[in-house]
């Protein structure tokens, strides 16, 4: 796995006039800048395993979660020794992020302030959904990627909307979108099987074909992500992925901006490799 990193700061805009000896200076204060065009996305982190019963409930709420609002998308960690989908990105965010020691188990925009989120019953979307509907961005990402000879070429932008933001993070990753595994090893753990008002019913007490999604594969970044110095409110960078063999339709990126003490999330990006 390689890749490259160029960093562009914006600082000041020129702009030529008649006489080009003599630019004109601009100096861009972002509080007078239009309205974003880019709406926030709100990234859950779901920590499951496969000798969880209780997590086919918690992938249907998920999924029925994204159906409702678009704007919502998650990444799994698979946890657990033994698990084949485990992958060491899932470590350190319990190390650095939250200590997660059970499953079902989730975190929307790693907001831990108030401790994360289990997901059981379907009325979890209310608090979802409030969170969605704060549109006041205050760093907005715009991730654009294109293939080029089984590599990834990615644009990051960012934008301040508040002054007090200087340094941020910056993470970009692979997700496989859906793993469907032969053997016991992918075989979910179910405790619905016998119970006729959940998703699971009489699929089994193991389910076999289970699609667990959008699974943690690849880090393009380091794990702790790539510092962002935005101290004048405005970076973009540029990175280069191989994809080594992997088949881009079997995967996603994602993308997201983080605040480099706390680690909340401020805006994410899903971008399906399929549609390039």
Not at 142 to 147: D, F, G, H, M, S
Not at 198 to 224: A, C, K, M, S
Not at 225 to 249: K, R
């Amino acid at each position: 796995m390689r890749f490259t990193l160029t960093v562009s700061i914006a600082l000041i805009t020129f702009f030529s006039s008649c006489d080009k000896d003599e630019p004109q200076i601009l100096e861009t204060d972002p509080t007078e800048m239009p309205p974003s065009v880019v709406e926030k996305r709100v990234m859950v982190e779901l920590f499951s395993s496969i000798r969880c019963g209780s997590c086919p409930r918690a992938h249907h709420f998920m999924d029925q979660t994204e159906i409702q609002d678009p704007k919502v998308f998650h990444i799994t960690h698979q946890m657990f020794g033994g698990n084949p989908m485990r992958h060491g990105y899932t470590k350190y965010v319990q190390e650095n992020v939250k200590s997660v020691q059970f499953t079902p188990h989730a975190i929307i925009q790693r907001n831990v302030s108030d401790g994360a989120v289990q997901y059981y019953e379907p009325e979890r979307y209310e608090e979802i959904s409030t969170l969605i509907g704060d549109r006041d961005l205050v760093v907005e990402l715009n991730a654009t990627v294109k293939e080029n000879d089984n590599a990834l070429d990615i644009a990051l932008d960012m934008l301040a909307f508040d002054d007090a933001i200087q340094k941020l993070s910056v993470t970009v990753l692979l997700v496989e979108k859906k793993v469907v595994g032969n053997d016991y090893d992918y075989h979910q753990r179910n405790y619905g099987n016998e119970d006729p008002d959940h998703p699971y019913y009489q699929q089994g007490d193991y389910i076999e074909g289970f699609e667990h999604t959008n699974v943690i594969r690849e880090l393009i970044t380091p794990f702790e992500g790539i510092e962002v110095d935005i101290t004048n409110n405005e970076a973009s960078y540029t990175l280069n992925h191989d994809l080594e063999g992997l088949a881009a339709e079997n995967f996603a990126l994602v993308a997201f901006v983080s605040d480099l003490n706390s680690n909340q999330i401020f805006d994410a990006r899903y971008i399906d490799l399929a549609d390039l």
